[in-house]
């Protein structure tokens, strides 16, 4: 008897996927560098006394503007393929980065203009993730995008453990610009491997059809909103447990971010193998994972607990994104991926932001406990109305085998309840 073949196998020997995930796994490292670069170089140029301000403007300026991109830009690219999407995206990164690299050589970059720069890069980002996920729904069977989406999970988490400590070690031997041009060169790769897809432009919806979502995959959207809000305190009270709880130093704070990523990685490479799994034990499980931290464990606990969250965390977007691959009508795919991407793209930074106040209040370990015990409670909620769903569409589902024929009904609506996957 034939061993059973790995999922990943006909992602990764498909000819097309084969000529694009070298260039999403670097520009993943190049990301991941950012992500240090990014902050470090608005501490550079913000003037004395102002850093923090600067600091939290670069930031926010590098993802929030693609909720608008999203939103204002449907009417001219929801018909557009999901390779010429994710290339424009690269493109317009590229660009964007590649000027502010120059400014900065000639400076002439003042802080205002080097967050402009930023929010530009973004403008396409939304559409960018939606074009990668298109791609796949475009060129794979529905049965292999859940191993696709992980396969390219997998290279986001890996590069979220390699970039950051990559990037500390270049802007020590240079300065954070040359970690930004390396970023730029990663885009600029990628928009080259996307050239080398052959497209077919998606047919166009009739008219100006409003983006719509299936009453499941508007649960899904609003299961994710929540999910990713109450994740964003933890950026704001994780790093003063370390500090003012654990009298510790950063070289703590970035271990259990180190542990978080190596479990996320293992995640991604697991996802592939949960083709039955609905989202809310993900969303259930990572909350029992951090509330370790909530409840004062020490590191040698902790540690281990967020490594386990990481491994949660990594399978929840692959699991949604097949959801919407599934159930969305190819020529509206886009557009729905690049709406859900707009709203859950500022559920972070509105968690973040209430954190700030809510340690102020509280404290960061009791802040930690309020937010692993509301997604425990998440979890709990999304069970209870994916079993009513799916008790729900029993009938449905007897009457539709007893009727001699007839329409099926929409996939968007027959989807049953929050979180199948």
Request: positive net charge; contains cysteine; charged residues 10%.
């Amino acid at each position: 008897m034939r061993p059973r073949s790995s999922p990943y196998r006909p992602v990764l020997t498909h000819p097309v996927l084969r000529r694009v995930l070298p260039g999403i796994a670097i520009s993943a490292l190049g990301d991941g560098m950012s992500l240090v670069a990014v902050s470090w170089l608005a501490l550079q140029l913000a003037p004395a006394g102002q850093r923090g301000p600067w600091v939290a403007a670069a930031v926010a300026a590098y993802s929030l503007p693609s909720a608008l991109g999203g939103a204002v830009l449907g009417r001219y690219l929801r018909h557009r393929s999901g390779a010429q999407l994710a290339g424009w995206n690269a493109i317009l990164r590229a660009s964007a980065l590649a000027a502010i690299v120059l400014l900065f050589a000639a400076g002439a970059l003042p802080p205002a203009l080097y967050i402009g720069l930023l929010a530009v890069s973004s403008l396409l980002a939304a559409w960018g993730s939606a074009g990668r996920y298109t791609l796949i729904a475009e060129i794979l069977p529905p049965e292999h995008h859940l191993a696709a989406n992980g396969a390219l999970g997998t290279l986001a988490e890996a590069a979220a453990i390699a970039g950051p400590p990559l990037a500390g070690l270049l802007i020590g031997w240079t300065n954070a610009a040359v970690v930004l041009a390396i970023d730029a060169a990663s885009f600029a790769v990628l928009a080259l491997t996307y050239r080398l897809v052959p497209t077919t432009p998606a047919a166009a919806p009739a008219g100006r059809t409003p983006v719509r979502f299936g009453r499941a995959q508007l649960a899904l959207l609003a299961l994710s909103f929540v999910f990713f809000l109450l994740f964003g305190p933890f950026y704001v009270a994780l790093p003063l447990h370390v500090a003012d709880d654990l009298h510790a130093s950063a070289t703590l704070l970035g271990l259990y971010y180190t542990v978080f990523g190596i479990g996320a990685a293992a995640g991604g490479l697991a996802t592939a193998y949960l083709r039955r799994l609905p989202v809310w034990p993900v969303v259930l499980a990572f909350g029992v994972a951090v509330l370790p931290l909530g409840l004062g464990a020490p590191p040698a606990l902790s540690l281990p607990a967020f490594a386990l969250a990481g491994l949660c965390w990594a399978p929840y977007m692959p699991i949604v994104m097949a959801v919407f691959q599934r159930t969305t009508p190819p020529d509206r795919l886009s557009a729905v991926l690049a709406a859900f991407g707009s709203i859950t793209v500022i559920a972070v930074p509105v968690g973040t932001a209430v954190g700030g106040p809510l340690v102020t209040a509280v404290g960061p370990e009791r802040t930690l406990l309020v937010s692993a015990a509301s997604l425990i409670l998440l979890g709990g909620v999304a069970a209870l109305a994916d079993q009513a769903a799916k008790r729900a569409t029993r009938p449905i589902s007897s009457a539709t085998q007893t009727a001699p024929s007839g329409p099926t009904a929409s996939p968007c609506g027959s989807e049953p309840g929050v979180g199948s996957g």
